[in-house]
């Protein structure tokens, strides 16, 4: 937890309003910024969005008369709803937290920093997070072994097996750099342990001798960071690159947004879940279109949500689209943060703060929004999503013919019935939706304690009715934190667990993010030879298409209870509310109502089964790790000792050749196009992620390293090697490049060949690279959206790519390819690659960008494709974004204002 008399120094705030003051909570003193002294004429603080409220509060606090100026504060408390977003501020967070596929990168950044600086001829120890950081290693354990006692156990050795010269990597940064901890492997999903434990919802630091006082915010490198916003702490996700600069003490450069109210009345009906409300609220603010805006909950229905159900909103933030989901602080707040074992004098600051800070929640107010939605509880109904977008949510009682109606689209073979027979002898006929796996997964849901009992609750019914999983399904349960285990054991639902195969296998994020491991090997063997369309069933918060499992074409969202219940069913094609599951014991049928646990089971399973003490004795410790982590070999010293051989961590190269001081911006000219896309482009097909194929370029690296196939790991766990990744960008198998005519995967013309044949991407961009020939992409709508994931942008850069033109970006992706020195463009409204005639096969020429040196950002440039040109809208949108790119990137941006300052 916080250290809250750690001494640092920063530059004191300026105080133009003379809001610091000082509050006693039981005795102890601190220092806050007072946000009701900010008045004046057209300044309305009090109805101003909880959100807006702890953005005020961070420039009071942080005002330094340079870069954060009484006109940044007058501007934001003057926040006018109507308006569109033009002010840019800048925000400074509490703290960062990571996870270890994007983390990595960001260490090993920090670790080539240092030997930058000290080779420029500056002082390498100022090279130190800034902000405190916390890394939970969540992202590495893969779902290899299932269905067995020593599941948990056996992904765990072959976890370290794979990823040891990672761990150390991470061990040594842990003693390297200050204000850095890591959560070992097998402890929780970071989000999970994030509202758990990390989390202060008020945090306190000594800043030149006075113990400060102010609300909790995060940034992160995951997009759903946005749990956090549950508890009342502003936390989202950005690019590891971001996160990096925000480690350095760079702030996070935003505009300020418009605010969307999302109101909340009513009750969830019975037989309703978490899952089913956030997937109803994911539907609605995605088609109403929140992308860059801040979502903030409010109403009478706020105050009658459980915490988790607040969490698990929170969680799907990425998935609306928007930045923030947020709740403010109330009673329930305070109660979760004692469930999870948080003192009592931080309780009595958090409430203590909020009331006087105006951030309480007042169920009756109606904050100043820039636009209102609402939703009656008593409206949702069970549904899922899929079979490729969390937001195409689907009511249970149309699952079945909602896939019957996708299913042409999947498959060349819509009857199919392929006999199978396992290793042990078990045969039965696989169609098309079987159900291959089935996962109870994923910080969305493993963090709420209803979703994760009613499917215990529901694994006991099942198992006395006598009913089984389908012996083709792929069946694991990866919870969020070792509570649940606690709870699942308190409760004695274990072994109704295990009976039909949900035995543990890992603590971790596993399926949601592509570590589903393989699928059974004869199942496997028939998908692929019979071109099946089979299915699997998460309860995560990503089901995008290629990302669950190569063998998997269509995924589901589902609550942990569905989950289990189409483990039973074992197809897509069954109706739950009028298909028998199967037969109980005396041969009659049992249908999902039949087993499915009122709510007041639930509450009082949760109430006998969860309580303080679990999250105390779980965390007591949380940053020793187990013996295997303890024992690892660390490295010492102030910078790292580079293993050459390593294919797992090598030394990053964005820094080879800098100089202390820029080189102008040029125009770019003669270009050839990488790859030209369409829309909902995500970044799980741009990042690489998932399992590495032989023959791909990576695979193919790996080889000629002397690594062997069973040894490949996967993206995620090589995120420290830039040489794997960049091979990997663009790789995803269900990319589409429109350059190519029905090609899936990562292929592209290469141009520099006579006759321009068809080349893996990362092949082509060397040849192009060799030859000097910048390269750029052409994209549709929502380009990037998706997690925010920082290799999508540095992959992207590393191929030499110089531009993007989209139709449309996700927030954070532009931001990164910004970031990495990629500019991103607009096409002009209305218009795209289809309308301009643009083939992707064209030499393409863009100028303008020199307008850059000259200290201001081009509003548009001129884009020249063979024949045709056009005014391309430069998506440079702040001041901040503007230095990044003119110095090449963030990392070099920061690098010299340390040498230099």
């Given at each position: 937890?916080?250290?809250?008399?750690?001494?640092?120094?920063?530059?004191?705030?300026?105080?133009?309003f003379?809001s610091k003051?000082?509050?006693d909570?039981?005795?102890?003193a601190?220092?806050i910024?007072?946000?009701?002294?900010?008045?004046?004429?057209?300044?309305?603080?009090?109805?101003?969005?909880?959100?807006?409220?702890?953005?005020?509060?961070?420039?009071?606090r942080?005002?330094?008369?340079?870069?954060?100026t009484?006109?940044?504060?007058?501007?934001?408390a003057?926040?006018?709803e109507?308006?569109?977003?033009?002010?840019?501020?800048?925000f400074?967070?509490?703290?960062?937290?990571?996870?270890?596929?994007?983390?990595?990168?960001?260490?090993?950044?920090?670790a080539?920093?240092?030997?930058?600086?000290?080779?420029?001829?500056?002082?390498a120890?100022?090279?130190?997070?800034?902000?405190p950081?916390?890394?939970?290693?969540?992202?590495s354990?893969?779902?290899e072994?299932f269905?067995?006692?020593?599941?948990f156990?056996?992904?765990?050795?072959?976890?370290?097996?794979?990823n040891?010269?990672?761990?150390?990597?991470?061990r040594?940064g842990?003693?390297?750099?200050?204000?850095?901890?890591?959560?070992?492997?097998?402890?929780?999903?970071?989000?999970?342990?994030?509202?758990?434990h990390?989390?202060?919802?008020?945090?306190?630091?000594?800043?030149?001798?006075?113990?400060?006082?102010?609300?909790?915010?995060?940034?992160?490198?995951?997009?759903?960071t946005?749990?956090?916003?549950?508890?009342?702490?502003?936390?989202?996700?950005?690019?590891g690159?971001?996160?990096?600069?925000?480690?350095?003490g760079?702030?996070?450069?935003?505009?300020?947004?418009?605010?969307?109210?999302?109101?909340l009345?009513?009750d969830?009906?019975?037989?309703?879940?978490?899952?089913?409300?956030?997937?109803?609220?994911t539907?609605?603010?995605r088609?109403?279109?929140?992308?860059?805006?801040?979502?903030?909950?409010?109403?009478?229905g706020?105050?009658k949500?459980?915490?988790?159900?607040?969490a698990?909103?929170?969680?799907?933030?990425p998935?609306?689209?928007?930045?923030?989901?947020?709740?403010?602080i109330?009673?329930?707040?305070?109660?979760?943060l004692?469930?999870?074992?948080?003192?009592?004098?931080?309780?009595?600051?958090?409430?203590t703060?909020?009331?006087e800070?105006?951030l309480?929640?007042?169920?009756?107010?109606?904050?100043?929004?820039?636009?209102?939605?609402?939703?009656?509880?008593?409206?949702?109904?069970?549904?899922?999503?899929?079979?490729?977008?969390?937001?195409?949510?689907?009511q249970?009682?149309?699952?079945?013919?909602?896939?019957?109606?996708?299913?042409?689209?999947?498959?060349?073979?819509?009857n199919?019935?392929?006999?199978?027979?396992?290793?042990?002898?078990?045969?039965f006929?696989?169609?098309?939706?079987?159900?291959?796996?089935?996962?109870?997964?994923?910080?969305t849901n493993t963090?709420?304690?209803?979703?994760?009992?009613?499917?215990?609750?529901?694994a006991?019914?099942?198992?006395?009715?006598?009913?089984?999983?389908?012996?083709?399904?792929?069946t694991?349960?990866?919870?969020?934190?070792?509570?649940?285990?606690?709870?699942?054991?308190?409760?004695?639902?274990?072994?109704?667990?295990?009976?039909?195969?949900?035995?543990?296998?890992?603590?971790?994020?596993?399926?949601?993010?592509?570590?589903?491991?393989?699928?059974?090997?004869?199942?496997?063997?028939?998908?692929?030879?019979?071109d099946?369309?089979?299915?699997?069933?998460?309860?995560?918060?990503?089901?995008?298409?290629?990302?669950?499992?190569?063998?998997?074409?269509?995924n589901?969202l589902?609550?942990?209870?569905?989950?289990?219940?189409?483990?039973?069913?074992?197809?897509?094609?069954?109706?739950?509310?009028h298909d028998?599951?199967?037969?109980?014991?005396?041969?009659?049928?049992v249908?999902?109502?039949?087993?499915?646990?009122?709510p007041?089971?639930?509450?009082?399973?949760?109430a006998?089964?969860?309580?303080?003490?679990?999250?105390?004795?779980?965390?007591?410790?949380?940053?020793?790790?187990?013996?295997?982590w303890?024992?690892?070999?660390?490295?010492?010293?102030?910078?790292?000792?580079?293993?050459?051989?390593?294919?797992?961590?090598?030394?990053?190269?964005?820094f080879d050749?800098?100089?202390?001081?820029?080189?102008?911006v040029?125009?770019?000219?003669?270009?050839?196009?990488?790859?030209?896309?369409?829309?909902?482009?995500?970044?799980?097909?741009i990042?690489?992620?998932?399992?590495i194929?032989?023959?791909?370029?990576?695979?193919?690296?790996?080889?000629e390293?002397?690594?062997?196939?069973?040894?490949?790991?996967s993206?995620?766990?090589?995120?420290?090697n830039?040489?794997?990744?960049?091979r990997?960008?663009?790789?995803?198998?269900?990319?589409?490049?429109?350059?190519?005519d029905?090609?899936?995967?990562g292929?592209t013309?290469?141009?520099?060949?006579?006759?321009?044949?068809?080349?893996?991407?990362?092949?082509?961009?060397?040849?192009?690279?060799a030859?000097?020939?910048?390269?750029?992409?052409?994209?549709?709508?929502?380009?990037?959206?998706?997690?925010?994931?920082?290799?999508?942008?540095?992959?992207?850069?590393?191929?030499?790519?110089?531009?993007?033109?989209?139709?449309?970006?996700?927030?954070?992706?532009?931001?990164?390819?910004?970031?990495?020195?990629?500019i991103p463009?607009?096409?002009?409204?209305?218009?795209?690659?289809?309308?301009?005639g643009?083939?992707?096969?064209?030499?393409?020429?863009i100028?303008?960008?020199?307008?850059?040196?000259?200290?201001?950002?081009?509003?548009?440039?001129k884009v020249?494709?063979?024949d045709?040109?056009?005014?391309?809208?430069?998506?440079?949108?702040?001041?901040?974004?503007?230095?990044?790119?003119?110095?090449?990137?963030i990392?070099?941006?920061v690098?010299?204002?340390?040498?230099?300052g």
């Amino acid at each position: 937890m916080d250290v809250p008399h750690k001494e640092m120094s920063e530059l004191a705030s300026k105080d133009s309003f003379g809001s610091k003051s000082t509050l006693d909570v039981n005795g102890t003193a601190y220092e806050i910024f007072r946000l009701d002294k900010v008045v004046g004429e057209g300044l309305d603080v009090a109805s101003l969005p909880y959100s807006l409220k702890v953005l005020l509060e961070n420039l009071l606090r942080t005002e330094d008369g340079a870069d954060i100026t009484a006109a940044d504060i007058k501007a934001l408390a003057g926040w006018d709803e109507t308006a569109e977003p033009d002010k840019e501020i800048q925000f400074t967070p509490a703290r960062v937290i990571m996870q270890d596929f994007t983390g990595v990168p960001c260490i090993v950044d920090l670790a080539t920093l240092r030997e930058a600086a000290a080779e420029l001829g500056g002082d390498a120890s100022k090279i130190n997070p800034l902000s405190p950081a916390e890394m939970v290693i969540d992202h590495s354990v893969i779902a290899e072994v299932f269905g067995s006692a020593d599941a948990f156990e056996k992904n765990v050795e072959i976890e370290y097996q794979r990823n040891r010269e990672r761990y150390q990597f991470l061990r040594w940064g842990q003693t390297a750099f200050d204000d850095f901890k890591v959560v070992p492997p097998g402890t929780g999903i970071v989000h999970q342990v994030n509202i758990e434990h990390l989390a202060r919802t008020v945090f306190t630091r000594v800043v030149d001798g006075e113990l400060l006082a102010y609300p909790d915010t995060c940034v992160g490198t995951d997009s759903h960071t946005t749990m956090v916003d549950g508890l009342g702490v502003l936390g989202f996700g950005v690019g590891g690159i971001e996160a990096e600069a925000a480690l350095l003490g760079q702030p996070v450069s935003m505009l300020i947004p418009r605010v969307v109210g999302f109101k909340l009345t009513g009750d969830l009906p019975e037989g309703t879940t978490a899952t089913d409300l956030v997937l109803t609220i994911t539907e609605q603010l995605r088609k109403h279109g929140v992308v860059g805006k801040f979502v903030e909950f409010y109403g009478a229905g706020v105050a009658k949500l459980p915490l988790a159900n607040r969490a698990t909103i929170g969680n799907m933030s990425p998935e609306f689209g928007s930045t923030v989901a947020m709740f403010p602080i109330d009673d329930e707040t305070i109660n979760y943060l004692r469930l999870t074992g948080r003192d009592e004098q931080q309780l009595a600051l958090v409430e203590t703060y909020a009331k006087e800070q105006g951030l309480w929640l007042d169920p009756n107010a109606e904050p100043r929004f820039s636009e209102k939605l609402e939703l009656d509880l008593s409206t949702v109904v069970p549904s899922i999503a899929g079979p490729k977008r969390p937001q195409d949510r689907v009511q249970l009682t149309d699952a079945k013919t909602s896939f019957e109606g996708y299913l042409p689209s999947y498959t060349s073979q819509p009857n199919a019935s392929i006999p199978v027979t396992l290793a042990d002898g078990t045969s039965f006929e696989l169609r098309n939706g079987a159900v291959t796996i089935a996962s109870i997964t994923s910080c969305t849901n493993t963090s709420n304690p209803s979703v994760m009992l009613g499917a215990a609750l529901l694994a006991k019914k099942a198992v006395e009715k006598g009913l089984t999983s389908k012996p083709w399904v792929k069946t694991t349960l990866a919870p969020g934190s070792k509570v649940v285990t606690d709870y699942y054991d308190k409760a004695g639902l274990t072994p109704y667990l295990e009976k039909l195969g949900f035995d543990l296998v890992g603590y971790g994020c596993v399926t949601c993010i592509g570590n589903s491991g393989p699928i059974i090997p004869e199942v496997s063997a028939a998908v692929n030879e019979h071109d099946l369309a089979v299915v699997s069933v998460l309860s995560g918060n990503r089901n995008f298409e290629g990302r669950i499992n190569p063998d998997v074409k269509m995924n589901y969202l589902a609550s942990p209870p569905l989950v289990i219940a189409y483990a039973i069913a074992g197809n897509m094609d069954v109706d739950l509310f009028h298909d028998a599951l199967g037969q109980d014991t005396d041969g009659n049928d049992v249908f999902l109502k039949d087993i499915w646990p009122t709510p007041a089971e639930v509450e009082a399973t949760i109430a006998s089964a969860i309580d303080q003490d679990m999250f105390t004795k779980d965390y007591a410790d949380v940053f020793a790790g187990d013996a295997r982590w303890q024992n690892l070999p660390t490295p010492t010293g102030d910078t790292f000792t580079w293993d050459e051989d390593s294919t797992y961590v090598r030394k990053a190269p964005y820094f080879d050749g800098m100089s202390k001081t820029p080189s102008p911006v040029t125009d770019i000219e003669g270009a050839r196009v990488l790859l030209k896309l369409g829309d909902s482009v995500t970044t799980d097909h741009i990042s690489p992620a998932g399992n590495i194929k032989k023959d791909s370029p990576a695979g193919q690296y790996l080889t000629e390293h002397g690594v062997e196939q069973r040894d490949f790991n996967s993206y995620g766990s090589r995120r420290g090697n830039h040489e794997v990744m960049i091979r990997g960008t663009f790789a995803n198998i269900r990319i589409r490049n429109q350059i190519l005519d029905g090609v899936e995967g990562g292929y592209t013309k290469d141009f520099t060949v006579d006759g321009a044949p068809q080349a893996f991407i990362y092949d082509a961009s060397q040849n192009y690279q060799a030859a000097g020939i910048p390269l750029v992409v052409l994209a549709g709508k929502e380009y990037g959206s998706g997690s925010s994931r920082d290799w999508a942008a540095k992959g992207t850069s590393l191929l030499g790519v110089k531009a993007v033109i989209a139709e449309s970006y996700e927030r954070i992706h532009r931001s990164n390819l910004i970031g990495m020195g990629v500019i991103p463009l607009q096409f002009p409204a209305g218009q795209n690659a289809e309308s301009l005639g643009l083939t992707g096969e064209e030499t393409f020429s863009i100028s303008g960008i020199t307008e850059l040196n000259e200290g201001r950002t081009p509003k548009t440039v001129k884009v020249t494709a063979g024949d045709k040109s056009f005014d391309a809208v430069v998506r440079i949108d702040t001041p901040g974004e503007a230095n990044y790119y003119r110095n090449g990137g963030i990392l070099q941006y920061v690098l010299r204002n340390l040498l230099n300052g």
